[in-house]
Nanobody, 123 residues
Framework: QVQLVESGGGLVQPGGSLRLSCAASGFTFRSYYMRWYRQAPGKEREMVAGITTGGSTNYADSVKGRFTISRDNAKNTVYLQMNSLKPEDTAVYYC?????????????????WGQGTQVTVSS
């Protein structure tokens, strides 16, 4: 079955760092555009970062320069390195996958979602 399993969330102080991992299985990982989303209480879900099959990246303005998305196709894993964390980064972070087919695939909703991992930035 298709699975996206996030790990690495937790509690960190402002200015600290966390590295999230997402292990994928049950589909052809290397053919999918991978994205991290997050959702905080009372806020809309937002796309945080995306990485194409070829390694090109996209970031939300709110995290640009602080977060880095990467992927290891040999391990079927996508990562999100989060530095200089702020309290407003507190959210549940979700890994997602969409088939990289067609010119507008980066605008499509994900085909698959992970269960989410909690990130809390607090003193």
């Amino acid at each position: 079955q298709v699975q996206l399993v996030e790990s690495g969330g937790g509690l960190v102080q402002p200015g600290g760092s966390l590295r999230l991992s997402c292990a994928a299985s049950g589909f052809t990982f290397r053919s999918y555009y991978m994205r991290w989303y997050r959702q905080a209480p009372g806020k809309e879900r937002e796309m945080v970062a995306g990485i194409t099959t070829g390694g090109s990246t996209n970031y939300a303005d709110s995290v640009k320069g602080r977060f880095t998305i990467s992927r290891d196709n040999a391990k079927n894993t996508v990562y999100l390195q989060m530095n200089s964390l702020k309290p407003e980064d507190t959210a549940v972070y979700y890994c997602s996958a969409v088939r990289a087919s067609g010119l507008l695939y980066m605008r499509r909703e994900p085909d698959y979602w992970g269960q989410g991992t909690q990130v809390t930035v607090s003193s």
